[in-house]
Every structure is written in structure tokens, then in C-alpha cells.
């Protein structure tokens, strides 16, 4: 049998950057929007898991990483206007389409971005762990320490809001 | 809005494949379910930045590196000692890792011990027990700075500025030897041979000392600048003695915790007692403990590694 991961290992730990410090730094963006200060914050959070790790059991760790850097975010200014820039270097596939149906198309992305950054930080933070970080309700709602109800019920509001500002399509 | 839907998760099971047949169809025949699916499609196909995680990762283990050094902590120290010894080591670190990330070397000997460290540029420290020093492996032949917490004898080859920062001013020397003992607020500088310069934190002024000179700050001004018989080429500690001028019984008390790594009780007044000189040796705990104390009248109990003292 292999040995058991401990957080105090540097290999068991490096596994741990690798799954978790893109989720990490990402949950910071999508609250704050400021790409800088979320690497720092990725950073300044595993650091504390490392001086800590003999606390901190290998599965816990995820979780705690998150709470660290809830509790960094606590003390950071909110309603600082959110500027998220989310489709980079997308290529347009459809390639055999018309110009016009382009165009349409970027036109509702950057719609759709303007959108996202007008959601109430909640509602704009569990959509895209959802859609972008592919995580399920449950999971989110562990790592944010909320019930997986109220999770289902930001993102069914975040999807009509989105819906409604967008206007029809 | 709210009223096409049954409830107010009803969009969101619908994303994760939770909705009953009739509610997917029901769902599917509504005016907008073309908007909320052209929604959902551009939503994932959002990409975050890139980032280079393998640098970043090197970055983090560096820091990570300077963090273990600490993790391996004495045991033998009173705790406040240790605590103090360790916030002074990250105040240091957290500049070094800006500087240098990656050459941070942490040294100690613990309680009990005593141990020598050959620096890169040839020059040595030997180090007290209970004492730590810390300094930046690469770059040290060019800019010599180490920092010290506790009580080391120095050995300097000479060269550029050899520079001991301790926690209430810095040593500057060429090439000497002499010793340093910065325990709680006091700095004790003594110099053995060449000469070292003694700057106060805070102030301009270098107080210059030739081999014998002494000089006792408290933190905040010099105390004492004296001239000692130099004997011996090296301070009594590196010969299995510790010596004293002046000093209150507490700190004799710390010292004698550090060198035989016991925990010492005793009364309130023994602070009170007039300053101490004298010296005790290393190797024999019951007469290190008759020298300092039979003169003021105390007993001394010894169970295990905790030492009582009584009247």
C-alpha cells in the first residue's frame, strides 16, 4: 500500500497546489475581480495550511484553504466595483459561420460578462464555481460553509437575473 | 418571473440533471428555455486566465522551505524565550524571502547544547545554548550579515563588513574575534581581539571596542562599558564556565535553564536580590546551583529536569 498522504509531506502538499490553488485563486477573482491580489491571496493561504499542516488532515485540507481565504476576504473592502474579464482567447469555433452571426456572438458574451459582474458577489460566486470550476452544489456549499439549499437557490436566482438583464435573445 | 417556476431551486436542478421527465418537458416547451440554455452555453465555455503554476510553485516551496526550518523548534527553551525568538526569526525571514528566497540558513543550538557553524565566507560562529542565528547562504561573501538571537563567539575572517544584527542594535566588525550574548533586552558585546564596532538601534554614534572592552545595553541606551583582563582567547562559556558581571539573578537563572536544559521555580524576591557576579560551571548541575545560590541563602531540589529553588 502506498503511504498516506500527510499535509506535512512537500510531495502530498504539492499534490494539493496542483488540484487546488486554480479553484483557489479563481473563488477569489470571482469575488473581488482583482487577479493580483487573488494569486497572493492563493499564496498567503497555503503557506498558513503549511505552518499549520500538523493540524490539518491531507482530506480536510481543501476545505480549510477555502476558510482561510474566506476569513483573508473578510477584512478586504467589498463593494469595490468587480471588473472580471472571463473569455480569454476563446477562439470563435464556428468557423463556417456568417460574419453577422459572429458578431452576434461577442456581442452577447460581452453582454453576458457585464452581466456576471452586476450579480450580487453571492449569486456571481456560486454560478461560476458551478459553470466554470464544474463543481457540484454540494461541494460548493462545504467549501463556503452554506447549506446546499441555499446554494441551488443563489444559482436559480443568479440564472434569472442573468436572464432577465440580458433581455431576450 | 418567479411565477413560471414551481420553486425557487427549480433552475438550478434543472443544471444538474435533476428535474422529473414532466418538468424537463414542461420546461423545454416554455418561451425561454431557448435563453436560459444559450445562457448556460456561453457561461461554460468562460475560461479563467492562465497561469503558470510550476513557477509559482517554486515560489511557494521556497517560502515553504524557510517555514520547516522553524517547524523543527526546541523544546528545551521556556517558552516565552521561544516565542520571542521565533517572532524575531520571521520578522527576519520575511525580508529575506523578498530579498533571497531561497538561501535562508537557520542554525540553533538548543538548550543544553552547543554547537559551531562554519559560514561560507570561512569566518565561524560558535553558538551558546539556546541560541540562534540566521543568514542568507547565497550572496554571504559580498554582503557578510547575520542575525543573531541569544549568545555566539565569532570568528571573522577578515575582508568586507561583517555585520551581527541583534535585536537591539548591529556589530560591525573587519576581521576579529568577539562574542555577543543579546538575551531578553540586554546586548552584552565583548571583544576578544582586532576591533568591533557597537551601533545602538536608533542611533548614528559606533562605539568602537579594542580586545577587552565590554559593552551592556538594555535596549534602549548603553549601560555599561567596562575593560576586562582577557585571559582567555574566547569567552568562559566555550570553556565550560558562565560568567557574570552585574546581572540580576533572573537572567543567571535563564542562563543556568539554557546550559543544563532544566526548568528553574522559584520565589518572587529572588529578583529582588542586588545584582549578580559570578560564574558557574556547565558540567555539574547541584554545584552550578550551590556557587549562584548558597551565598544568598537558597536551596536547591532537583526532580528530573525541573529544579525548585527555596529559602
Keep these: 500500500m502506498p503511504p498516506e498522504d500527510s499535509t506535512c509531506e512537500e510531495r502530498s502538499f504539492k499534490k494539493l497546489y496542483e488540484a487546488h490553488s486554480e479553484a483557489l485563486r479563481n473563488f477569489v477573482y470571482y469575488k473581488l475581480g482583482d487577479l493580483e491580489y487573488a494569486e497572493d491571496a492563493v499564496q498567503e493561504s497555503f503557506l498558513i495550511l503549511w505552518k499549520n499542516c500538523a493540524k490539518v488532515p491531507f482530506e480536510k485540507a481543501k ?7 474566506n476569513n483573508m476576504l473578510l477584512d478586504k473592502v467589498k463593494h469595490q466595483k468587480v471588473v472580471l474579464k472571463y473569455f480569454h482567447q476563446k477562439q470563435v469555433q464556428h468557423v463556417a459561420e456568417s460574419p453577422e452571426f459572429i458578431l452576434e456572438e461577442q456581442e452577447f458574451r460581452q453582454k453576458l460578462e457585464r452581466v456576471l459582474n452586476e450579480l450580487p458577489e453571492d449569486q456571481r460566486v456560486v454560478f ?5 470550476e464544474k463543481m457540484k452544489y454540494r461541494e460548493i456549499a462545504e467549501l463556503l460553509g452554506i447549506s446546499q439549499k441555499t446554494v441551488e437557490k443563489r444559482m436559480h436566482k443568479a440564472l434569472l437575473i442573468i436572464k432577465e438583464k440580458i433581455g431576450n435573445i | 418571473m418567479q411565477e413560471h417556476f414551481t420553486d425557487d431551486t427549480f433552475l438550478a436542478r434543472w443544471l444538474s440533471g435533476e428535474l422529473t421527465e414532466k418538468e424537463l418537458a414542461d420546461f423545454k416547451s416554455h418561451a425561454d428555455y431557448q435563453s436560459y440554455k444559450k445562457i448556460i452555453e456561453a457561461s461554460d465555455e468562460i475560461e479563467m486566465p492562465l497561469r503558470d503554476r510550476q513557477l509559482r510553485w517554486t515560489y511557494l516551496s521556497q517560502k515553504m522551505q524557510a517555514i520547516q526550518k522553524l517547524r523543527v523548534s526546541p523544546v528545551g527553551f521556556r517558552t516565552w524565550w521561544k516565542y520571542a525568538a521565533v517572532a524575531a526569526i520571521i520578522i527576519m525571514l520575511g525580508y529575506w524571502a523578498f530579498v533571497r528566497e531561497d538561501s535562508s540558513v537557520f542554525q540553533e543550538a538548543k538548550a543544553g547544547q552547543q554547537i559551531t557553524v562554519p559560514l561560507p565566507d570561512g569566518s565561524s560562529v560558535r553558538l551558546n545554548a539556546g541560541s540562534s542565528i540566521l543568514y542568507a547562504e547565497k550572496g554571504f561573501n559580498t554582503e557578510r550579515t547575520l542575525r543573531l538571537d541569544g549568545e555566539a563567539f565569532f570568528d571573522v575572517q577578515e575582508g568586507s563588513p561583517f555585520i551581527v544584527k541583534c535585536q537591539n542594535g548591529e556589530v560591525t566588525v573587519l576581521g576579529t574575534t568577539f562574542n555577543v550574548r543579546t538575551r531578553g533586552n540586554t546586548t552584552e558585546l565583548t571583544c576578544y581581539s582586532g576591533q568591533v564596532g557597537f551601533r545602538l538601534k536608533g542611533s548614528e554614534g559606533v562605539n568602537k571596542l579594542q580586545p577587552g572592552d565590554r559593552i551592556l545595553s538594555d535596549g534602549q541606551e548603553i549601560v555599561e562599558l567596562s575593560h576586562i583582563p582577557i585571559d582567555f582567547p574566547s569567552p568562559t562559556w566555550m570553556e565550560g564556565r558562565s560568567t557574570f558581571r552585574k546581572v540580576s539573578f533572573k537572567y543567571v537563572v535563564e542562563e543556568l535553564e539554557r546550559q543544563f536544559d532544566v526548568r528553574i521555580s522559584y520565589p518572587q524576591e529572588l529578583e529582588a536580590l542586588p545584582l549578580y557576579t559570578g ?20 536551596q536547591h531540589e532537583i526532580i528530573g529536569k525541573e529544579v525548585r529553588l527555596f529559602k
Design chain 1, 63 to 69: 476545505s480549510y484553504l477555502f476558510t482561510v481565504v
Design chain 1, 128 to 132: 461560476l464555481m458551478n459553470r466554470v
Design chain 2, 279 to 298: 560564574g558557574f560551571p556547565h558540567d555539574d548541575l547541584p554545584t552550578a546551583l550551590d556557587i549562584v545560590f548558597s551565598p544568598v541563602a537558597y
